[in-house]
């Protein structure tokens, strides 16, 4: 299995600012995603977090507003910039293992006023 | 393209009973994940199908796939609150990327 935290696991933030997302994980991992969660939503995936390049974005998100890093196989950040309350949401990072599983972090609460 | 439906939407259900929760494709499913979901936070992996026919159980949670690999179901017997929460199923697609696709949820309460 794979423990994974995030930091913060909320915040209430300003329309206008930015508030960069972390996400550690104990074990080398294969892959590391970030997702989305609206309110009474299921998951939206915004993008796959590539070790030492740019991350690959699905239909709809921009790296101008979701900016991405993963310096190494274990730590990535999102960034949401220039936030709207259309942002609030609860992002989720999650890895895949090598035992072809899935998990997940325990998310970031964010809401935008 | 492919889509997973979750039924129910939302299930309440005495503390004790049995339910199921089902998640149905329209194509193919290569892989089924099931994940348990608290209000406001991140997923907990409960189980992994791949193959027609699979079942597995943890504690009192049973999931199967189904011969034809369209539907999966997860069953829990005598429902406690601890089972209350969203249960998301997740499948991979024919492209095998590791992008899942995700159903709904279904959103359970258990009364004691």
């Known amino acids: 299995s794979a423990v994974i935290s995030q930091k913060p696991s909320r915040d209430i933030c300003q329309r206008g600012t930015s508030l960069t997302i972390q996400c550690q994980v104990d074990?080398?991992?294969?892959?590391m995603f970030w997702y989305r969660q609206q309110p009474g939503q299921s998951l939206t995936l915004i993008a796959t977090?590539?070790?030492?390049?740019?991350?690959?974005?699905e239909s709809g998100f921009v790296i101008d507003k979701f900016p991405i890093s993963r310096p190494n196989l274990t730590f990535s950040t999102l960034t949401v910039s220039n936030m709207s309350p259309e942002d609030s949401s609860i992002y989720l990072c999650?890895?895949?293992?090598?035992?072809?599983?899935?998990?997940f972090g325990p998310g970031t609460r964010l809401l935008v006023l | 393209s492919q889509e997973l439906e979750q039924s129910p939407q939302s299930l309440i259900v005495q503390e004790g009973k049995n339910l199921t929760i089902n998640c149905t494709s329209s194509?193919?499913?290569?892989?089924l994940y099931w994940y348990k979901q608290k209000y406001g936070e991140g997923l907990i992996f409960l189980m992994m199908?791949?193959?027609g026919g699979e079942e597995k159980s943890h504690e009192k949670i049973t999931a199967k796939l189904d011969e034809k690999k369209q539907q999966s179901s997860l069953h829990i017997t005598a429902s406690q609150p601890s089972h209350a929460g969203i249960y998301l199923c997740?499948?991979?697609?024919?492209?095998?990327?590791?992008?899942?696709?995700w159903g709904l949820g279904t959103s359970l309460a258990v009364n004691p």
């Open positions: 997740g499948a991979i697609n024919a492209g095998n990327n590791r992008k899942l696709i």
């Open positions: 194509k193919t499913l290569y892989g």
């Open positions: 199908l791949q193959k």
């Open positions: 074990s080398q991992v294969t892959m």
């Open positions: 977090a590539n070790q030492g390049s740019e991350a690959t974005y």
């Open positions: 999650s890895v895949w293992t090598v035992q072809e599983t899935q998990y």
